[in-house]
Every structure is written in C-alpha cells, then in structure tokens.
C-alpha cells in the first residue's frame, strides 16, 4: 500500500482566493482525519469521518472551512476565502476502527504546506 | 477529559546520550497507548504503542512501559543518533472515545554530533 496521500505537497495562494486540499486514505481503512499543525498551537484535529460520515467537526475554524468525504478513498478540505492566518501545514490522517478499539493508531499523510499570502 | 501532558522541549542531547522523554496521562480506565514520531518535513509515524498496563512497546531501539500505576508512558532510548532528532509526541486512545487519539504537545529532540 502507498499509504495515505495527500494532494498537493506545497500550495501558494493569494488571501481571498479557494484552496482544495486532497487525501486518499489507505484502503481498507474506515476513518479519516484532517488536522492542522503551526507552531503557535500545535497539531489541532480539524475534523474526522467514520465510515465516510463526519462525526466531529468541532475543530473547523470557522465557515470558511469545510470537508467532504464522497467516499471511502478520497476526501477534500476546502477553504474558501483563504486568509494569512489559514497558513499551516495540513495533515491527513487514516485508520482502521474494529469495534470500539483503536489498536493501530493512525497513518498520517506527508502534509501539505499551505501559505496564504 | 482525556489529555496527555509531555516535558517541554527542545531536549537537546549529544550523540550516544540516553533519552527520557517523559509522558503523562489524564485518562478514565485503561486507554491504548502510543508514541509517534515526525522527522523534518513529514507527517507522523507510528513509532511504538502499548494496549494494557505493564506492557513494553518497542521500536528502533526506542521503548516505553504503560504504567499505571503512575499513568506515565515515558519514552527511552539508551544511546540516541544524530538521525533520532524529530518531534515526538505521546498520545492515547480512550477505547469509548469513538476512534479517537488524544495527542501530547511534542518534544523536540535535537541530538549534535
């Protein structure tokens, strides 16, 4: 397996303009989760998706953001208008849930490195 | 609620130097857990976990023991190389938390030649 990638590797964008970030999770597995990470706070969980359902959203910023899973092996975060401040590299991440217990940990993608300017 | 509590770093140590990088846990029960690490540039890889108490995770010379008696899972290595310097960070999964892993700050560790 490739394991979990994530699309693309480095995006540049101007303020005000959409970003769409991309991640097909490792096969097989039935959850999926987008996180953030900057140095002033850290690797923040954004969102995440049992079963292609989003179960959590609390993490989303704001309403500039948001996720779509249309199914199992592909997965977007969009941000629309995008500001300096969205600046951060995003992380995908997926797992495999057996029941209630989560014995693997999750497969985090290599990140995509988004600046707004 | 759940939460993990890791030292502050950077920790900074020359090679062949042992490595402690403590991790503590707030946690209701008996959570899995789990040790990951981040290199430059990269997203996190699982680098060691444990399931129940007393058990040792183990990887690449690195380990950790579930103490709950203590709620640590502190992370050793015994002799550290230039090429273990990342970002590690302590996480838990709480077995009724619906899949999910609670994540530590991370430490930096920085190892010189």
């Known amino acids: 397996d490739a394991g979990v990638i994530q699309s693309p590797r480095h995006e540049v964008t101007e303020m005000g303009q959409e970003v769409t970030l991309r991640c097909k999770p490792i096969s097989g597995h039935n959850s999926l989760f987008w996180y953030r990470q900057t140095m002033m706070r850290g690797l923040e969980l954004l969102i995440y998706?049992?079963?292609?359902?989003?179960?959590?959203d609390s993490g989303m910023p704001e309403d500039r953001f948001s996720a779509k899973m249309p199914n199992a092996s592909f997965s977007t975060l969009k941000i629309q208008p995008s500001e300096p401040r969205d600046s951060a590299v995003y992380f995908c991440?997926?797992?495999?849930?057996?029941?209630?217990?989560?014995?693997?940990?999750?497969?985090f993608g290599s990140g995509t490195r988004l600046t707004v300017v | 609620g759940d939460s993990v509590t890791q030292m502050e770093g950077p920790v900074t140590l020359s090679e062949e130097a042992f490595l402690t990088i403590n991790c503590t846990y707030t946690a209701t029960g008996y959570p899995s857990l789990f040790w990951y690490v981040q290199y430059p540039g990269e997203g996190l890889q699982l680098l060691l976990k444990a399931t129940k108490a007393d058990d040792k995770g183990s990887n690449k010379g690195f380990e950790a023991t579930y103490r709950k008696e203590t709620t640590s899972f502190h992370l050793e290595k015994g002799s550290v190389q230039v090429s273990d310097s990342a970002v590690y960070f302590c996480a838990l999964s709480w077995n009724n938390a619906g899949n999910m892993l609670t994540f530590g700050g991370g430490t930096r560790l920085m190892v010189k030649p």
């Open positions: 998706f049992n079963n292609n359902v989003p179960i959590d």
């Open positions: 991440a997926s797992s495999l849930r057996q029941g209630s217990v989560l014995n693997y940990g999750y497969t």
